[in-house]
């Protein structure tokens, strides 16, 4: 049910240039500084979202060297897709479930 979905996943999600960078490491494994090139966004910028999205436990880091590369954790968005595949079959069903007014 999608009462189990942690809240800072959905709100890391909502920002359109998370929600891009989310597509991008999908994609392949990737440092700050091809995020910065793909997304134009700042670096400060860019290291504030990849925050939320870490603490979120979308994306897990991987040092090496003076870099970080980033790379999403497909677990945590099979389980989001299970949750929300599972809510769209309770809404298939819920116009036969219509409970009556007092």
């Known amino acids: 049910m999608l009462t189990s979905v942690d809240p800072d996943v959905i709100r890391a999600l909502g920002d359109p240039l ?7 490491l999908a994609h392949e494994t990737l440092c700050t500084t ?10 400060a910028n ?4 990849m925050k939320v999205l870490r603490e979120a436990g979308l994306v897990e880091t ?3 060297g003076r870099f970080t590369y980033y790379k999403l954790k497909a677990d945590v ?3 989001l897709s299970e949750q929300f595949a599972e809510l769209a079959d309770s ?4 116009a036969e479930n219509k409970r009556a007014c007092p």
Request: charged share 25%; glycine share 6%; aromatic share 0%.
């Open 18 to 24: 998370r929600l891009r960078i989310v597509a991008l």
């Open 34 to 43: 091809h995020l910065v090139e793909e997304t134009g966004a700042k670096q």
């Open 46 to 49: 860019l290291s504030n979202h």
């Open 62 to 64: 991987e040092p090496c």
């Open 77 to 79: 968005l099979a389980g």
């Open 91 to 94: 809404a298939r069903t819920a």
